[in-house]
């Protein structure tokens, strides 16, 4: 019977394992999620979360990692048993939690871009509404300062001013549009953020449709002139592409949502919990933890 004892693995340690594991990267930033490190007495029916051997110390489940650590029990109690399942939040884990974090590795990107365009379109509809008042000051300002570095002065043609006085030449209705444009694109950035921020499904679709229909004027300007940001650029959305199609299933593929859901549900509830360690009341409960 001590031999048998002593092959048994630790709990938890048995387990599939995976090449990264996501659940040790929240543990690392939240912390191990523990029940019952509260409770003054365990039960046999607590053994898939908490066990009592005869050694004075507790041994408490992680819900996310799996993980098993050794506790005193309390001296002062909160309540006489760990609580029930119907009490427990489960933590993401899985297929659930890594989509957690790479979707919101996504958001923020997306969260990036609404920033820039958003800036980007107050700058130009502040600037179409001013032009009219802000056209002298701007010409004498840009002149003393162009003829200030050595420049050539009194002319819109040349250097900086030439640049930034073409501006000024632009009709009014462009930059409305073209500052409306850049206002509605910024918003659909905010929205593909925040929807993907909370997983949902609509927003995999919108950020999917939305970054391949960019993939085409990105492809069309490196015809031009190629730059390490454009082709970091284009990497970057063709990762999320094919990440959200082949990953996350879309339209139908590879079984589309119900395999997605499928799958999201066997990582996720009290199976999981239970096919990692199985038999909650059975040797778990007789030899404890090592």
């Not at 594991?21 to 019952?36: K, N, P």
């Not at 990036?112 to 002298?136: I, K, T």
């Not at 950035?189 to 960019?214: H, N, S």
């Not at 139908?252 to 009290?270: N, Q, S, V």
Request: aromatic share 8%; hydrophobic share 45%; with cysteine.
């Amino acid at each position: 019977m001590a031999e048998e004892r002593d092959l048994l693995p630790p709990p938890g340690a048995g387990g599939p394992r995976r090449r990264l594991r996501y659940e040790l990267i929240g543990c690392g930033l939240h912390g191990h999620q523990l029940v019952g490190t509260d409770a003054a007495r365990v039960r046999a029916d607590d053994a898939l979360l908490v066990r009592e051997p005869a050694d004075g110390l507790r041994w408490h489940r992680c819900l996310r990692c799996d993980a098993w650590l050794p506790l005193r029990p309390p001296r002062h109690p909160g309540r006489e048993f760990p609580p029930s399942r119907g009490e427990i939040a489960l933590p993401p884990r899985g297929k659930p939690l890594r989509d957690r974090y790479v979707l919101r590795l996504i958001a923020l990107d997306r969260l990036l871009h609404f920033l820039v365009l958003g800036v980007l379109a107050v700058g130009v509809l502040v600037f179409a509404d001013e032009r009219a008042r802000l056209r002298a000051p701007f010409y004498r300002v840009m002149d003393d300062l162009q003829t200030g570095i050595g420049g050539p002065g009194g002319s819109a043609g040349h250097g900086l001013l030439g640049e930034l006085s073409r501006a000024f030449a632009v009709q009014s209705a462009t930059l409305w549009r073209l500052g409306l444009i850049l206002a509605g694109y910024a918003l659909l950035e905010g929205v593909e953020a925040v929807g993907l921020w909370f997983t949902k499904r609509w927003a995999e679709y919108l950020t999917f449709i939305a970054t391949t229909l960019l993939l085409v004027p990105e492809l069309y300007e490196l015809t031009g002139r190629v730059t390490p940001l454009k082709i970091i650029t284009l990497l970057i959305n063709i990762v999320v592409v094919v990440y959200l199609l082949v990953a996350k299933r879309l339209f139908g593929l590879r079984g589309g949502g119900r395999a997605e859901a499928a799958e999201r549900a066997r990582d996720a509830g009290w199976e999981a919990l239970e096919r990692v360690l199985p038999g909650p009341a059975a040797a778990g409960t007789a030899h404890g933890p090592p």
